[in-house]
């Protein structure tokens, strides 16, 4: 078997053309399929109507994760490129954030969406693990204050 292999090795120096082709042809596919598959971060735009200390905490917070392409924007322009699909999702930071952390009462947080998929589960998993964090901490300072 190794001695039918290394006759063709050898067949293929005598012709340099076609190893020249088969080279390339290999260089190509890699740099096609290569390209096709890294297709990038998907984008997550964020809606802050709260404005307060604690949604921009959240937000660096976000913006820390490598998973997602966070942008901020406002409401109408959010919600055209979630709809026109340029960007996965949208999520709005009620104005309520900050009062809600606060008060330790549910911490609530919009999520605009066309259709659930892994990416979207894997959003909804890490917005709901900060905030929870966060709140967590928030409460145990105050507490010990």
């Not at 090795?9 to 598959?37: E, K, N, Q």
């Amino acid at each position: 078997m190794l001695s039918v292999i290394k006759l063709r090795l050898l067949r293929l120096r005598d012709d340099i053309g076609v190893f020249i082709l088969m080279t390339v042809m290999a260089f190509g596919l890699t740099a096609i399929f290569g390209a096709s598959l890294s297709g990038g971060k998907p984008e997550v735009i964020i809606v802050d109507e709260d404005k307060s200390g604690y949604s921009k905490l959240f937000i660096d917070e976000l913006k820390d994760s490598t998973g997602f392409d966070f942008t901020e924007a406002d409401m109408k322009n959010a919600v055209a490129k979630v709809e026109e699909g340029k960007a996965l999702a949208a999520l709005l930071i009620n104005e309520s954030f900050d009062t809600d952390i606060q008060n330790a009462e549910k911490i609530t947080i919009g999520i605009m969406k066309i259709k659930d998929d892994l990416f979207i589960l894997t959003l909804q998993e890490l917005v709901s693990g900060i905030a929870s964090k966060m709140a967590g901490s928030i409460r145990i300072g105050g507490y010990y204050q």
